[in-house]
């Protein structure tokens, strides 16, 4: 019951997408100071290789870039960590865009670009690395500490968000009920759990937080914006023994936002 063992993620092996910005940097940079051995991913490499060089200032970081809105680009990237590792404990399903736009103008184009990367990603990465995830958990069931698939949802798919944009909630409304569906599927072996952030510092929500950050602060119960701790703590927990009988669960990090009636009116 010591909390550094029933806590720890000491030594496992950890691919998070979307890793080189934001909340996948923030989980990604977690990872890496608490002994994992992190795998990290996105579009571009000069930002993959900035990001790996400096986590591996203080733990072990490697970076493989790949654009995961398409199958193949998934498989492609499950291929490149099944030739360095042999299993894999922990997959964070973190790469997403946005897209904001009057509903006249919100066509195939906002919902494919969203879509293909928030939700098919999700599904195609988590597939092709299955085989990984089940190869890191040794016996028959019931298992002390199963392989983890966390998938980065959103508060903008528990409720509407006053913005215009119609395929980026949808898509997280998605991921959450995925991960329900791939928690029932992937079990006993693997668990699967969803984090729907709320407002945090990131490149995605840097506008809005610029122009109605104090606004939105005031409408949260806890009265601040999301910190790199608040996302390192949740995501360290469900890779840790102490998540070992979770699976299914979307965990709102927003604080209190989603719960909160006055978080529902739009802003001014």
């Known amino acids: 019951m010591s909390a550094s063992e ?10 998070v997408t979307g890793g080189t910005s934001g909340i996948g940097l923030m ?8 002994g994992a051995s992190v795998l990290i991913s996105s579009r571009k490499a000069e930002a993959c290789a900035s990001v790996a060089e400096e986590l591996s200032r203080v733990g072990a970081c490697v970076a493989v870039p790949e654009d995961l809105s398409s199958e193949e680009g998934c498989r492609r990237l499950a291929d490149a960590v099944g030739e360095r590792w042999d299993s894999l404990d922990v997959l ?10 009057p509903l006249e ?19 195609h990465l988590t597939r092709f690395l299955r085989p990984l995830l089940d190869a890191s958990v040794g016996g028959e069931p019931p298992h002390a500490d199963p392989a983890r698939v966390i998938n980065v949802g959103s508060i903008d798919g528990l409720r509407v968000s006053g913005m215009e944009t119609y395929s980026y909630s949808a ?6 009920h995925l991960t329900r569906h791939l928690a029932w599927d992937l079990s006993p072996r693997i668990t ?63 604080g209190g936002l989603s719960t909160c009636l006055a978080s529902w009116s739009s802003a001014p």
Do not use: C
């Open 6 to 15: 029933l806590f720890s993620v000491e030594g496992k092996r950890v691919v």
């Open 27 to 34: 989980i990604a940079r977690a990872f890496v100071e608490n």
């Open 92 to 101: 964070v399903n973190n790469a997403g865009a946005t897209w904001g736009a």
């Open 171 to 176: 898509s997280k409304a998605g991921v959450h």
């Open 192 to 254: 699967v759990n969803a984090i729907a952030p709320g407002p945090f510092q990131s490149r995605m929500m840097a506008a809005t937080l610029e122009a109605q950050g104090e606004w939105i602060a005031e409408r949260a119960p806890l009265r601040r914006i999301g910190g790199e701790e608040d996302m390192a703590g949740v995501s360290l927990y469900l890779a840790s023994r102490a998540a070992s009988y979770v699976t299914g669960a979307v965990i709102p990090v927003d």
């Open 105 to 123: 103008d919100h066509d195939a184009r906002a919902w494919d670009r969203v879509l293909d990367l928030n939700l098919q990603g999700v599904f």
